[in-house]
């Protein structure tokens, strides 16, 4: 399965159908390149904030209130992206309102036959508390997605290993990570954290983030980071665990990823870390107990 993760420019559209037309091309590039799958990044619907006045696009919250009139037309959108493009894609995340004036972070993932599911981020950053009105999701999800069973952990959630971990046990083998870090230490620790859940669990990780200035925006208004594809890093796949990466403007790094070598891996491991979890969880380590030195 070849797939796409995208570094992606912070614009300022002036309209939904700017918004589109940009993101339709986008994508036809990742499909013309032979992908199956593409991620986009986190927090892209609060690139549409731009089609709102300055008032609105200057403030989070207005811009929250504001970009619940465009959901519907982000579902259809992406529903038809994803069939016109025969492309499973990851609609990087929509600050969504569920009631009480209060927002989840819900990233989609469309299917080419025009379904979807979605998984909420559970974990929330500084930024987003003290926001006061975005909430953690309180659901774990994995998709089948031609034959392979995937998930998406949003962002941070990349960097808390038991989530993850249960969506490896629920069969994942391939996590898609839709990012948006505003400095090197965000960038650095989101990045550590896709190599961390690919080392401990033996799967693919595929992470996307936004890219540029955007100083209209007081959520998007740095922006940092590589969009790559990550592996275990043992016998057959890079020692560095990079499949593939950003650089400099290129806007998608691809890398085919051979699920089939992934699982053969398994039985000729240096290390066997996904095998060996379950010895973390014997009674004597559990909790560490202070020793004298004699």
């Not at 939904?16 to 799958?37: C, H, M, Y």
């Not at 309180?138 to 993850?164: M, N, T």
């Not at 490896?168 to 650095?188: F, H, I, K, N």
Request: glycine share 8%; hydrophobic share 45%.
């Amino acid at each position: 399965m070849k797939v796409a993760v995208a570094k992606y420019p912070i614009q300022a559209p002036p309209d939904f159908a700017a918004f589109a037309e940009r993101l339709a091309r986008l994508l036809d590039e990742a499909a013309t390149q032979g992908a199956r799958v593409a991620v986009l990044p986190e927090y892209l619907s609060l690139e549409l904030a731009a089609t709102f006045d300055a008032d609105v696009r200057g403030d989070l919250h207005a811009s929250l209130v504001a970009i619940q009139a465009l959901h519907a037309d982000w579902m259809r959108l992406f529903a038809r992206l994803a069939g016109e493009s025969r492309l499973h894609v990851v609609a990087g995340s929509f600050l969504l309102a569920v009631g009480g004036q209060r927002y989840r972070n819900r990233s989609y993932w469309f299917a080419p036959d025009g379904t979807h599911g979605w998984q909420d981020k559970l974990q929330l950053t500084g930024f987003e508390k003290a926001a006061g009105v975005i909430e953690g999701g309180d659901a774990l999800k994995v998709f089948d997605v031609d034959g392979i069973r995937a998930g998406i952990s949003v962002c941070y959630d990349s960097e808390f290993p038991l989530p993850v971990r249960a969506q490896y046990e629920a069969g994942a083998r391939l996590l898609a990570v839709p990012s948006c870090t505003d400095t090197e230490a965000g960038a650095t620790r989101v990045r550590v954290g896709c190599l961390a859940r690919a080392l401990e669990n033996r799967f693919f990780v595929a992470q996307a983030v936004t890219a540029g200035v955007a100083e209209w925006s007081p959520a998007l208004d740095v922006n940092t980071g590589e969009a790559a594809l990550f592996a275990p890093m043992d016998r057959g796949f890079p020692e560095d665990g990079v499949l593939a990466r950003t650089r400099g403007e290129q806007a998608w790094a691809i890398a085919e990823l051979d699920f089939m070598a992934l699982e053969a891996s398994r039985e000729r491991a240096q290390v066997a870390n996904d095998r060996d979890w379950n010895g973390q969880g014997i009674p004597a380590l559990q909790r560490a107990r202070r020793e004298p030195f004699r």
